[in-house]
């Protein structure tokens, strides 16, 4: 695997939280900035679409606003084609490669895990079958062909 390490500037947190437009995503997808100021789904794809938080809040302060964790607890997650049976404890998460989404890191045969050629990152830890410890990662990992 080939290494990448981002560095994520200008983002303002207060409380593992920060305040964004959000271009297109809904509560709990993994998002990356996508423009000033904005977030969309996140994915595997390229290298340059890298995750930066999780949607926790739609709506906030005003319409076409939310708040994304970088960092913290998130509850409510539920069963869906990334997490067919809902979070495991203890189990490691990455981003998936269907934009923001997330997959087990030892799901190999989920459709959603990254491809070779596509990049692994470490988003977060499972708590609970609803609970993600958020702990993402600055580091991309290239996944050999």
Known sequence: MVQTTIMQTGLQTTGGRFEVAVASGAVLDLVRVSGSDTVSPADTTTNDRYAVGFISRLSYPVAGRGLVMVQGVLD??????GIPLGLTPNKR?????NPGLIVAVDDTGNP??????Q??????????????????????????P
């Not at 409510?76 to 084609?81: E, H, L």
């Not at 959603?112 to 050629?117: D, F, I, K, R």
């Not at 708590?127 to 958020?134: A, P």
């Open 76 to 81: 409510g997650f539920v069963p869906n084609v």
């Open 93 to 97: 998460y990455i981003l998936a490669s």
């Open 112 to 117: 959603n895990y990254p491809l070779p050629g």
């Open 119 to 144: 990049f692994l990152q470490y988003v977060g830890f499972g708590l609970t079958g609803t609970r993600l410890l958020v702990n993402i990662s600055p580091v991309l990992m290239e996944i050999a």
